[in-house]
């Protein structure tokens, strides 16, 4: 069975540039959850879907993040415009209706110049 | 607010050791409590999950316990291995309207050397 996949997995931009991520969870989970993670910390939450809604969005920055997940599937986190803290590990996972462990995809390393 | 704290921060060992990790959180009203393993430039790979009203679970060299009441979890790596070398991660979920929200600690990187 394959894992949460996430693309890319490296994107380095120039500051004030848009940026977008892509995940793909593992088939039949429903919940989805965006992840920031800075070097030497642990991942912060930054939404979580429940199919194609946002449930939990307390933790994204709105003013440039925004993230959709259209059809339940597939979900794009997008940050425009990119400033220079934003430089950090972006992390997709997902789990099944009613089960507590999350699984992680690899993350998509982001380089802000 | 929750806020995780893992000791040490690092910690290097010889092959064969066995060791302990430290896992502390200031609000004792948890859902449940996991320890992942992350190895560089990957994702986080679930270890054990202890649910609030358990006391320990066990998988193979691992175990790790919960006091839910101190707030406080340990994992226990038995006879450890150059392959067990890592950053281990300890989340908790706070359940209620919170749920699936992991809260982490920053983690302990673990080197094992042979």
């Known amino acids: 069975e394959a894992g949460v996949v996430q693309s890319p997995r490296y994107k380095i931009i120039e500051k004030k540039q848009p940026v977008a991520f892509w995940c793909n969870p593992i088939?039949?989970?429903?919940?989805l959850y965006w992840y920031l993670q800075n070097l030497g910390q642990g991942p912060e939450l930054l939404i979580r879907y429940e199919n194609e809604e946002a449930v939990d969005d307390s933790q994204l920055p709105k003013d440039r993040f925004s993230a959709e997940r259209l059809k339940g599937v597939d979900s794009t986190l997008k940050i425009q415009p990119a400033e220079l803290g934003d430089s950090a590990v972006y992390l997709c996972a997902s789990s099944l209706p009613g089960t507590d462990t999350q699984y992680f995809g690899p993350g998509t390393r982001l380089t802000v110049l | 607010k929750q806020e995780v704290t893992q000791i040490p921060a690092a910690l290097s060992v010889p092959e064969g050791e066995n060791l302990v990790l430290n896992c502390s959180f200031t609000d004792s009203a948890i859902y449940n409590l996991q320890w992942f393993r992350q190895d560089p430039g990957k994702g986080l790979t679930s270890l054990l999950l202890?649910?609030?009203?358990?006391r320990e679970q066990t998988s193979g060299r691992l175990n790790a316990s919960l006091d839910k009441s101190s707030g406080r979890s340990t994992l226990y790596i038995a006879a450890s291995q150059p392959g067990d070398s890592a950053t281990y991660l300890c989340a908790v979920n706070a359940g209620g309207t919170s749920y699936g929200k992991l809260t982490f600690g920053q983690g302990t990187i673990l080197t094992v050397h042979p």
């Open positions: 202890i649910q609030s009203s358990q």
């Open positions: 088939s039949g989970h429903n919940t």
